[in-house]
């Protein structure tokens, strides 16, 4: 009966580190431009690869420069892996970043049943639930924490509703749901639209407002 109870408890909570990623079976990559304090300084692109067998690989590359008198004072650049298994459980992340000359990287991989986590910030067990700070997941707005993907620190967080919005996008609206979320070292506010679960939009403050628009995505043909 013990052993019975013990594994009803290891099932439960790995369960809650499922992504439903059936959501996202159609997308192939998401384009966004990011605007710092209203001026384009860079890109953030998310590709999606799907296995036959349902597994999905996603990767999210970030490049930005920033400018002080036409001259380039500050690079950036970051890649990170997702890995997820058929059945939606995180099971690898792995992301190196350039941090204008600092490197920053992050790992986490899940062995029987834990994941283990090892970063610039961070090195130990995470219990779920939690999620990867890439956002494109519509269920980090369901868990309490959130794991940075540059240093693997772990940032507790609130999430609420604001409003419903709609966005227009390349002639086509969007009927999305704004939601904030703030912790220590943490204040953006992201759209989803309702229908599919696509983040369509990212305001970060931090040192400045990061503006993430969407200017381009495509759907598996």
């Keep these: 009966m013990k052993k019975h109870i013990l594994l009803f408890i290891v099932l439960l909570k790995t369960s809650t580190c499922f992504a439903h990623i059936s959501h996202y079976s159609n997308l192939s990559n998401l384009q966004f431009d990011i605007n710092r304090n209203g001026n384009y300084v860079g890109y953030h692109h ?37 890995r997820y298994n058929s059945q939606g459980k995180l099971v690898t992340f792995e992301s190196k970043t350039n941090d204008n000359g600092k490197a920053k ?34 269920e980090i707005l369901t868990v309490s924490k959130q794991v ?19 966005f227009k996008f390349m002639n086509k609206d969007f009927n999305t749901s704004l939601y904030d979320i703030k912790g220590k070292k943490l204040n953006t506010q992201v759209w989803f639209d309702e229908k599919t679960k ?19 995505y495509e759907l598996i043909k």
Aim: proline share 1%.
């Design 198 to 216: 696509m983040i369509v939009h990212q305001v970060l403050h931090k040192k400045g407002k990061w503006d993430y628009k969407l200017k381009n």
């Design 148 to 166: 940075s993907g540059i240093t693997c620190r772990v940032l507790d967080q609130k999430v609420k509703f604001i409003k419903r919005d709609n």
């Design 46 to 82: 998310i590709d999606f690869s799907w296995s036959e067998n349902g597994d999905l690989k996603v990767t999210n590359v970030i490049n930005f420069k920033l400018k002080k008198f036409g001259i380039n004072f500050y690079k950036y650049n970051s890649q990170g892996i997702e």
């Design 105 to 138: 990287f992050c790992k986490i991989s899940l062995k029987n049943s834990i994941y283990k986590v090892s970063g610039t910030n961070y090195e130990g067990i995470i219990d779920v639930p939690f999620r990867i700070s890439s956002y494109w997941n519509h």
